[in-house]
């Protein structure tokens, strides 16, 4: 099984609805992340967690909000999605210690027309 | 611009060549970091670097981190069509800092084709 899952894999959605995408761990890392990545744009952090009280906005976190259920969980939701808020979506892990590497979930294709 | 930069952007090469990518950063490289994404999916993590002159290999891929120059080299030695994906390198910036003020920054990728 995956050590970082993520759902759903896709999601198309129209402009103005609510939707959560879900992220799972099973590596025990206390660290999470949230990235979106676009063509042209890269990767860009909208929101971390360094553990469950510890919630930190990224580089681009208007229009998004986080919640952290617990160690293994960490929701993202887009209160009202828009066009530009496609894109497709990684949930990451990583220890919390020193220098370290983070493990990406397959990720979420989202489109919202 | 970009404070990772990432070269060249895009190569196709022939089966059983050898190449490299290369990423600059425009600040101190604390540790760095390559991944592999196939498209549209998950990012693989490849290795990490920490330290000047360090040098990693995995398989026929190896990279080495250039300290003074900012820079690391991702270099692929006789290529393989499962070779061909994006090359994303990231940076810690902010490690041996206090506090929660880390993240890593990314490069836009080099997306390599490998043609048999």
Known sequence: DADVTQTPRNRITKTGKRIMLECSQTKGHDRMYWYRQDPGLGLRLIYYSFDVKDINKGEISDGYSVSRQAQAKFSLSLESAIPNQTALYFCATSPGQGVYEQYFGPGTRLTVT | ?116
């Not at chain 2, 600059?24 to 990012?43: A, D, F, I, M, R």
């Not at chain 2, 120059?69 to 090359?87: C, D, E, M, N, R």
């Open chain 2, 1 to 116: 611009s970009q404070e990772l930069e990432q070269s060249p952007q895009s190569l196709i090469v022939q089966e059983g060549k050898n190449l490299t990518i290369n990423c600059t950063s425009s600040k101190t490289l604390y540790g760095l970091y390559w991944y592999k994404q196939k498209y549209g999916e998950g990012l693989i993590f490849l290795m990490m670097l920490q330290k000047g002159g360090e040098e990693k290999s995995h398989e026929k891929i190896t990279a080495k981190l250039d300290e003074k120059k900012q820079q690391s080299s991702l270099h692929i030695t006789a290529s393989q069509p499962s070779h061909a994906g994006i090359y994303l390198c990231g940076a810690d910036l902010s490690w041996g800092f206090a506090g929660n003020n880390r993240k890593l920054i990314w490069g836009l990728g080099t997306s390599l084709a490998v043609n048999p």
